[in-house]
């Protein structure tokens, strides 16, 4: 088994290096000599974690891969973005994807890529509470009322100082 940590960013690359049940290092970068570990016995159950101690600046390099965020409809058709933004911060990234939904969708579903990695969410976009019908006919009936009432003002209004204004 190999395992290999390095920086393609550097021209000599090599961060840690394991290789036949052993750390070789003799042409690791020099800044990261006796900075890095790995987890011999965690290695047996999978896990290739890297300790990086006394973190500096520098190390930096190409930690994050960027994800991948992709919508999908109800029967799991991908749907196409209309804007993306995404930004680097200290956490990692902060991405903004921007889709319309044309066609009535109750359930759309956002998925998060990153490497092998797939975070999953459902988002349920129509509510009972919502209906386009009953509000139109909500406002409509409230706007009746409204002129219909107006309409009882103008008329008492009109009989009780009919003389006194427009004499």
């Not at 973190?55 to 390099?61: I, P, W, Y």
């Amino acid at each position: 088994m190999r395992v290999e940590w390095f920086r393609p960013d550097l021209k000599d690359s090599l961060v840690h290096l394991y290789e036949n049940h052993e750390d070789r290092n003799t042409d690791q970068i020099q800044s990261y000599r006796e900075r890095t570990k790995l987890n011999h016995q965690e290695l047996q159950r999978g896990n290739a974690s890297l300790k990086l101690s006394s973190v500096q600046v520098s190390d930096e390099g190409r930690w994050y891969p960027e994800p991948d965020l992709e919508w999908l409809n109800s029967e799991g058709v991908s749907l196409s973005s209309e804007k993306t933004e995404m930004q680097r911060n200290t956490d990692g990234f902060s991405v903004k994807h921007t889709i319309t939904v044309h066609h009535r969708e109750d359930k759309i579903h956002c998925r998060v890529k990153l490497r092998h990695h797939v975070l999953e969410t459902l988002i349920v976009t129509s509510s009972k509470s919502f209906n386009p019908w009953r509000t139109s006919i909500i406002l409509s009936s409230i706007t009746f009322v409204l002129i219909l009432i107006a309409g009882i003002l103008i008329y008492v209004f009109d009989h009780k100082y009919r003389g006194t204004f427009f004499s």
